[in-house]
């Protein structure tokens, strides 16, 4: 396992001439989840963009896995880093184990050895029962599963969650809790998660960091950040939600 899963250094990012990130700084120890929190807009989304070179014009220093992140999303993600947009696409047409065939060959095309559908379903049992359903048929929250699932397939070795309990029922958030906090320990993964669900965040990751308007207001492990209520009234619109 990397020493460092992440790290960002003074990272800038632009939307055409629109500036949307001011200077982030991050650092993920292998095997460890950090969390990026903060309001709609706050550049968590542009945070994981700036990781994959996607979408974005950036500046500052990222490395992954132990390299300095060059070249397109491709390239990234051939490195070993899963990413889950929050746009949460998976192929309509196809059932779920297609869906999940595809991408196991898309992991070991990377040279990697994909994980067993029976290990993926043992993870997120939610898969179980949808596994011979079409994505059509799929609500948005059993979709969002899907989409998540089939990163863990590919086995990367590091993920990138953009608000997985977005829009997902309570039962299926409890159960993507499971998985997340799971995969560390299981496949010495490391994961970056952008949420706004504290609940989840509070049981899955090690060190937090809050994002205000592009910028990093906050940073601290998941303990300081749970005794900060301060934080949370500032900056997390605590009880809007
Ligand atoms: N594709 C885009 N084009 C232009 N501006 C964008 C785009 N995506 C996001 N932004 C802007 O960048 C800023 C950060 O957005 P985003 O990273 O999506 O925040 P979050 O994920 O925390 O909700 C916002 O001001 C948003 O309007
Ligand atoms: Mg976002």
Redesign the pocket.
Known sequence: MTATALRMTGVEAW??P?K??FGIDLELRGGETVA?L????????????SVMNL??RRTGDIEVLGEPAKGGADAIARRGVGWVP?DRRIFPTLTVRENLTLAQKAGRSKGREPVALDEVVEILPIMGRLIDRRGSALSGGEQQAVAIARAIVARPRLLLL??PTEGLAPVIVDELERAVADLPGRFGMSIVL?EQNLTFVQSVAQQVLV?E??RLVYSGTAEQFAADPGIKEQFLAIGTR
């Open positions: 939307y055409g629109a949307a990130l990026l903060g309001r709609n807009g706050a550049g968590k989304t542009t945070t994981l963009r979408m974005v929050d953009d608000e952008a994002l308007t592009g």
